[in-house]
């Protein structure tokens, strides 16, 4: 029998004690899995040494090195031994295992980078002269030698996997990986403002790239945390979200998310922190994104960034080797917590519409101006030649008559109507925005996106009552379908019919409309069942009913609305503004989208050179 071979069949029965070596690499394969998760646990490390300033750098998107200095308080020269070796922490004694206010406590990464690459750590502690040094090098110790060093702690990693070849192959590109470690960088500097971190790329050399930045953020916790958001989220994510405060049941949440109008493709800027800790939790994810289902769909994402704080024993954090994920005892109440917060904040911030819109719309006629100057200059030329020939006043009032479809609202004077905060209508333009004039200047609103928004929120709240009534068609609708989509849609029959719209299978795979909601008026069936269709397939791997019903509702919303083209009359529109100012949510569209825009006067006069 060949002993040495433990490979083969006979052997596998004898049971080894394997070495220090072989368990740290084998740790190592889930504490670090690539770069940026060593530089987790680096800065991990000096945050828990109560650093206040972190310097980062990285070569070949941390391949060939990685090194972390920081100002904390450094590790004694008898200490740094074992501060090598597995299971070795300062953090806990491990008795409570529920209690832990530190990001380490598993005394695992530093003997696990020492097992698969090149590790040295270089500190000093207060009141000695010297620092001192010590490497391990694919899991061999060397002996602990004097250094000159600040106090702090500079832990350098080169040739990470050098020692295990199989798992280099599993590293992505530079680039990638370089990614990956901006990611980690800016998780935990916004959830450590007061800390000030620089993260560099030094592979060319000298003092290399600064790849992100952030100076320690002053003031209380709330400033400090926007100051440092709007640091990593950019000023547009800071100047359009709001502010969430909210507690339950001894859990707070707090932190900043988006307007509803300023969201995402994707859910790559979805931060969230469990005392401190960022952590990737699927049921907190997907609480947010229930928490918006009523504004986005459709892939849209709103971002933000937040804070569960909880007492310590409510929440394991021991579930997970790189700590990623936790897991809390109540898990029903922080989903509640997030739910409810987010929407008594949307509620409250429903008017507002995304100020990046404003701009947007600034900006495009400033460039529109520009890009128009030498037209204009050509025009004017034309015209003055023109004024020389003809009348000026005839030629710049038939333009206007005949360009500008503007529809003056047979208004008698509603000056008092200004004071509101949607102000008094003005004028339709080009049959779907209402202009209305406020005390300090002009809102432009999308009439069919502000209607498709009145008229879901009245469905919601009748649905909540006592269910939608219905009307009877007097001619039933029989509408073919595929097999799937008419299964589909029976199984939700008793559903539907609570909007009012009844449905009946009609042989094969045909289904019969008889009733659609009363509050749409005369609608088209048919379509209204297969925009519903369209909707749920959105909703296909949604397994909440409540989502996929007001997803249908919002549809539903958007057959009874005014569709742009309808003309409109003076109290029409103005009825409509008084409306939205006491909707909730009316801000956007059920689709994220704004239903109106504000533009400040000062902000016109700014068009016009007038400041
Ligand atoms: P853990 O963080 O889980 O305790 P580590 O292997 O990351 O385990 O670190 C082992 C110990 O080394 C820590 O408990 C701490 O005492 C010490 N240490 C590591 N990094 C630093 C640092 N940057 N500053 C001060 N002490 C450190
Ligand atoms: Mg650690």
Redesign the pocket.
């Known amino acids: 029998m060949d002993i040495k071979n433990p490979t083969t069949k006979d052997n596998r029965r004898i049971i080894r004690q394997l070495s220090d070596a072989a368990a740290n690499r084998i740790a190592a394969g889930e504490v670090v899995e690539r770069p940026s998760s060593a530089i987790k646990?680096?800065v991990?490390?000096?945050i828990?040494?109560g650093?206040s300033r972190i310097d980062i750098s990285y070569s070949d998107g941390g391949k060939t090195l990685i090194r972390?200095k920081?100002n904390?308080?450094?590790?004694a020269e008898n200490?740094l031994m074992l501060?090598l070796s597995r299971h070795?922490?300062?953090?806990i004694d491990g008795t409570d295992l529920l209690n832990i206010h530190?990001?380490?406590?598993?005394?695992?990464?530093?003997?696990s980078m020492g097992a698969v690459g090149r590790l040295t750590?270089t500190?000093r502690i207060e009141n000695v002269s010297m620092g001192a040094t010590i490497t391990v090098d694919g899991g061999v110790i060397h002996q602990v030698r004097p250094a000159p060093s600040s106090i702090?702690?500079i832990?350098e990693l080169r040739n990470l996997f050098h020692a295990t070849p199989a798992r280099l192959k599993f590293l992505r590109t530079d680039r990638a990986e370089s990614g990956a470690i901006s990611d980690v960088i800016k998780r935990l500097a916004m959830s450590e403002p007061f800390i000030g971190f620089t993260l560099r790329d030094i592979t060319s050399g000298g003092k290399g790239r600064i790849i992100f930045r952030a100076d320690p953020e002053a003031g209380d916790l709330f400033d400090a945390m926007y100051g440092r958001l709007s640091k990593i989220l950019g000023i547009d994510f800071a100047k359009n979200s709001f502010r969430v405060d909210a507690e339950r049941d001894g859990m707070t949440l707090t932190g900043y998310a988006s307007l509803p109008t300023y969201s995402r493709g994707s859910s790559v800027s979805q931060y969230i922190f469990v005392n401190g800790r960022p952590v990737k939790d699927k049921s907190l994810l997907s609480a947010l994104r229930a928490a918006y289902s009523d504004f986005l769909h459709n892939g849209r994402y709103p971002l933000a960034a937040l804070f569960v704080e909880c007492d310590f024993e409510r929440v394991d954090v021991n579930v997970h080797p790189a700590k990623a994920e936790v897991r809390f005892r109540e898990p029903g109440i922080v989903r509640g917590l997030v739910i409810s917060a987010l929407r008594h904040a949307l509620a409250e911030e429903g008017h507002r519409a995304s100020s990046t819109v404003a701009d947007a719309t600034l900006g495009a006629f400033k460039k529109s101006e520009i890009s128009n100057i030498s037209t204009n200059l050509r025009m004017n030329q034309s015209w003055s030649r023109e004024m020389q020939n003809n009348n000026l006043d005839q030629v710049g009032f038939s333009e206007l008559q005949n360009n500008f479809s503007a529809r003056q609202a047979s208004i008698e004077t509603n000056n008092d109507q200004i004071s509101n905060r949607l102000g008094a209508a003005r004028a339709q333009v080009h049959e779907n925005y209402i202009i209305s004039q406020t005390a300090d200047g002009i809102v432009i609103v999308d009439q069919h996106a502000a209607h498709e928004r009145l008229v879901y929120e009245k469905l919601k709240n009748k649905m909540a009552l006592n269910g939608v009534s219905s009307q009877t068609l007097l001619i039933p609708e029989i509408i073919e379908l595929s097999e799937q989509d008419s299964a589909v849609l029976m199984d939700l029959s008793a559903d539907l019919s609570r909007f009012g719209l009844s449905i009946e299978n009609f042989g094969g795979n045909s289904i019969v409309v008889r009733e659609t909601p009363a509050i749409l008026g005369e609608v088209n069936a048919k379509s209204l069942i297969l925009d519903i269709l369209d909707e749920l397939k959105d909703w296909s791997e949604s397994n909440l009913i409540k989502e996929k019903l007001d997803a249908i509702l919002s549809r539903v919303a958007c057959h009874g609305s005014i569709r742009s083209g309808r003309i409109m009359k003076g109290e029409e529109m103005n009825a409509l503004l008084r409306e939205m100012e006491i909707t909730p949510h009316s801000g956007q569209c059920n689709h994220g989208r704004p239903t109106y825009v504000k533009l400040k006067l000062s902000d016109i006069e700014k068009l016009f050179g007038r400041t």
């Open positions: 646990e680096l991990e490390n000096s828990d040494a650093a972390v920081d904390g308080h450094g590790i200490q501060a070795a922490t300062s953090k530190t990001f380490g406590f598993r005394g695992e990464a530093l003997p750590i500190s702090g702690t832990v």
